[in-house]
């Protein structure tokens, strides 16, 4: 590089950090990439591989033995190879004997063997460390050093701080998994697909397609038949228009139903010292993602209202006689434009507080002020804008069809619930049993000692 | 969990990470949530209470034991009962003597007791070492697994690298904050709500309400009396929507004043040897926040004026008499339009670079360019078209309603100002004085010597 | 502080925490910064400087030695000054030997000398251990405490444990960066302005100024030749509103066409086991920031087309006869805006998820699923939108001003092809060797041995 590295290198032997050799088994994608990188950061690497001859594949600087040789050259040894040919390593059991094995394999299916193959190596080869480590990492990102998805390396068990050093020298973060059982966890994490989201998903679609159908019925069918109006234009933009402010405010609320419903029963138990039932536990978890999808719904009312103007425009020019068509704009007053704009913009706020790096950097205090109570703000926005927008046809007739009501009233229904519980609760003679319940009171103390704990933090 | 487990656990004792038994004092929430999470990372738990009745809470694995008992058989021992309780532990002096003891207690006030918790711990136990740690997490967090809030765990002093360990080992992430004089900063972290942002929130809100009421005065006040006109609808969207570009506008300019004073400061004085005022120094510290506010201004003011359309035309179908309602829109040209969306575009640039973890992936000279650079090309966009966009009222003598300005008036003085300065600071010869003194040149050299110096990276 | 800090004080020096003093050389805005910081996290700290005259600056708790004297009292030394007056360190070489000097130091330019300032200085000193640290930190992020830019410390070499150390207790992250002679990568860093931005930049520069000429030529120059109409205005609005979704749907397009490239060169080679043209290796690395400026593009097109109602409305109250000036909003149906609203609305999904902190909570399939799954979907979506946007003037011979197809024709091309041989590599007949190929099998197994691969997670 220029001429003073040699004085460098001559200095590399005193310092404690030489970088001790890492032997890969497996000259597979993994292997070469995690052997470059390897060899970037400063470790020496030796590959072992059946077939000796050097492919211009492998990092230049690598040696490539036989496995036996190889393994004898190094502490760690990475098994870069697939599970059905661990069977190989049998014979080698001796050389490996108390090395560190760093198991990196992935399978193809969530428990796809009955062990995980971390665990089958180490039944394999009793005699070595096994460490569960890098199956999080793909290739692709250790090659091209982009930071697309993860770059944390859950591990386990055995020789830990070794294979951490490596990981940290990689530019990678180690996150501590604890002992070999935990394998099994982090052979599943990267087959995963958003488990969390899957039922508040499930459940908007479901919702989504109920009302769907009966806006479709409604506005559409009916419509047709008694009016002899064809309006199945509405299927692109007015029926999604009003789906999706229906969607946002019946799934925003139904964040908040949980901790109404928790609060209700800690009341009724005087105690918080027994579990709530499993059913609101999941729903209380997956309060975040409902949140989420709820602004998404928001969202995409906001730009569907806001293209109204345009398809207005542009049937104004085609034909006076299709004006009708934006008919659902009621107006007389702007109040309820104004607020579901800031009822929006909070809802995009508690979005922004919910992203990683940002709620990181607020404390309990500070997330709970913006959940709870800008979320509760936003809500109240939220219904009023609804309830105002539908206010003059409440109770007018010719929006009953067939004795139905517009969707707009069955979207109001919980979150005017919760509202009204709500206010029920802040009430001082409810509010402070159970202010007293969240930091420890019991009513009826037998379930755990009354004086030890601290002060509740409770999300609900 | 499968029947090669037993060779896993066989394994274990052999490794050097085999973990070290916790003892918690303690089973409320926060015990039992931290013992549950142990239990999972392979700490084995004895928790020391003063029923050693199993309750049906307490994790399975976990011991319950008298509480010198329970501490004698752990070097760390966490204290998980609330301030008042602590003088029960002066009778255990003996048995806590050179063990490490974690305080994780928190208050209901901001400084509620002269000292810390941990202080008060540490002299009622001069034998132990104390540790401040935890009390930034919530027990809901620890069981839950979320990522709600802050993981971060700050830690004040003493035996920290075992606690450290524990720390990381829960997937946590440790923050070394130096001695255990650090303890009343963070035990006063989870009680602060938005330090930062007190002076900028207080600041909008007062221009915000001088703006409104002035709007008020001038467009709804004013007509009444002498046009006999109600536009008190006007309250609802155009008086907010007069107000928040004006605002943001100011704001924005605030972010870029602290510079320009700083600028003209170091130029006065010769050298950058010595302080900034305080409120300067204050200021500086809360542009981010300043320049947060301002695009959520900007964010409502393009929200507002979007809508705009959406209400002319259900007014326009109501009653032909109102369109004059919409009149504040000018036109005649459109590249105020382009203008606004520009200025608009690169204002949510800067607000994505503020995000902590993008920001945490530019360097320091890319930073700059983003908000400096890019941030005045954006305060040129905004005020160009509020200029543009008020161009053709400026002379008219009917804006002047009581001798008043309009309120974009108002709104360009800082704006313009800085830009004028601004223009002034880049010409080369006062640019080159600046930038030799912000590489450590100094006029008059008596503050500090001359050669010791390193590049000036600072902010200004 | 408080009565019982004595206690505190006492207990000190029984812990195993006690922090070793660390020295620095140079008084400037750096050493003082990095002393403040360093005292206010326990570290005692001691100032080598020529004069040791204590200046106001310089934090209170601080000695002030000669360079001699304070480089004796402690093991670390940080190397606050400039590169040029290195050479006053040779005559303390002695003092300095087996020491860790700490180069802080930044050039001005890019390779400004041939060797980095850290091997320059190892160079000098040989007997010393020289370790690059804080370079990429700035003194304004270290006194004002903000998070600001970057917090990551890259570091390199030497007896870096001990560096490392003190860079987590200043509440920094230490990234290792192997080797001293990873010096000059350290020392370049803080002086890139996003090398990886610039070809992505470039190019969309080049082809908005390609289109944006194109456009003006054909709308306003055409018919201002033929018409004899002055379309002028169109420049501010209406032209920059046809160039962006152009922009917008070919950078998305240029996203997934690399994809496409390997693919059917993987095929055609029948192995995964060669390397990519260099072109397509450098391509892909760019894929985030060509989809990142598409998004931009996309979001402008989206407020460019929400104003436009605001200028018709504007237009037809000061002439009835420019409303043609908004002709170009087709309508018939509302298809294509629903089409267009879902594309962005996935697209701005896409953008969230690459967000660091977004993507680093996701698992490699996840990533894959939204950015492939989800970013087809997208890419379907926008490319429907803009077919049936323009659909009924395709054959019509108005739409081909001088025989030149309109741009939106264009901007279907490379959207269109990738959709159809997409389409073709999702049959099974090729997805099936496709997936073998990716998985390691090989048509002509010479490159490397065919057993040792793991399962491949190629981003492909």
């Not at 207005?312 to 085609?318: D, Y």
Request: glycine share 6%; hydrophobic share 45%.
């Amino acid at each position: 590089m220029n001429k003073n590295s040699s004085n460098i290198m001559a200095l590399a032997p005193n310092t404690s950090n030489k970088r001790e050799t890492v032997c890969i088994f497996g000259t597979g994608d993994f292997g070469r990439a995690l052997g470059h990188k390897l060899i970037q950061s400063g470790y020496p690497v030796v590959y072992g591989s059946r077939s000796t001859q050097i492919s211009n594949l492998i990092p230049k600087d690598a040696e490539v033995l036989g496995h036996a040789e190889a393994a004898q050259k190094a502490a760690i040894i990475i098994i870069a190879i697939q599970r059905q040919h661990y069977n190989f390593l049998t014979p080698l059991a001796e050389v490996l004997r108390g090395k560190v094995l760093v198991d990196i394999s992935n399978n193809l299916k969530l428990n796809q063997y009955p062990e995980s193959n971390a665990e089958y190596l180490a039944q394999l080869l009793p005699g070595s460390k096994v460490v569960k480590a890098f199956n999080t990492v793909s290739a692709w990102a250790l090659q091209s050093g982009t930071l697309d998805a993860s770059r944390q390396v859950r591990l386990s068990n055995g020789a830990k701080q070794m294979v951490m050093d490596i990981v940290r020298a990689l530019g990678l973060t180690p996150l501590d998994k604890g002992s070999l059982l935990a394998a099994q966890e982090i052979e599943n994490y990267p087959l995963q697909l958003f488990p969390m989201w899957k039922f508040p998903i499930f459940l908007s679609f479901g919702l989504g397609a109920f009302f769907f159908i009966y806006c479709l019925v409604l506005d559409v069918i009916y419509t047709y038949i008694y009016e002899n109006n064809n309006f199945s234009f509405f299927i692109a933009i007015t029926i999604p228009n009003r789906v999706f402010p229906v969607m946002a405010l019946i799934l925003f609320a139904l964040v908040y139903l949980p901790g109404i419903f928790a609060a209700i029963i800690q009341l009724y138990r005087g105690t918080k010292y027994r579990r709530f039932p499993d059913w609101l536990d999941k729903w209380m978890l997956c309060r975040k993602q409902l949140g989420l999808i709820a602004l998404a719904f928001a969202s995409l009312h906001v730009v569907f209202t806001l293209v109204t103007p345009l398809r207005a425009f542009a049937s104004w020019r085609t034909s006076k006689r299709i004006v009708s068509q934006v008919s659902f704009v009621p107006c007389s007053n702007d109040s309820y434009l104004a607020l579901g704009i800031l009822g929006y913009f909070l809802f995009v706020l508690l979005g922004i507080t919910s992203l990683p790096s940002v709620s990181n950097n607020v404390n309990w205090r500070e997330f709970r002020f913006v959940q709870s109570k800008l979320g509760y703000l936003a809500l109240i926005l939220c219904t009023a804008h609804t309830m105002i927008y539908g206010g003059k046809w409440f109770l007018s007739p010719s929006a009953y069809k067939w004795y139905l009501p517009d969707i707009y009233i069955l979207s109001l229904i919980v979150p005017c619930a919760i509202l009204v519980v709500k206010f029920v609760l802040i009430f001082p003679c409810v509010d402070k049993p159970l202010t007293r319940i969240r930091q420890g009171w019991e009513r009826n103390p037998k379930y755990s000692e009354q004086s030890n704990h601290i002060i509740n933090k409770s999300a609900v």
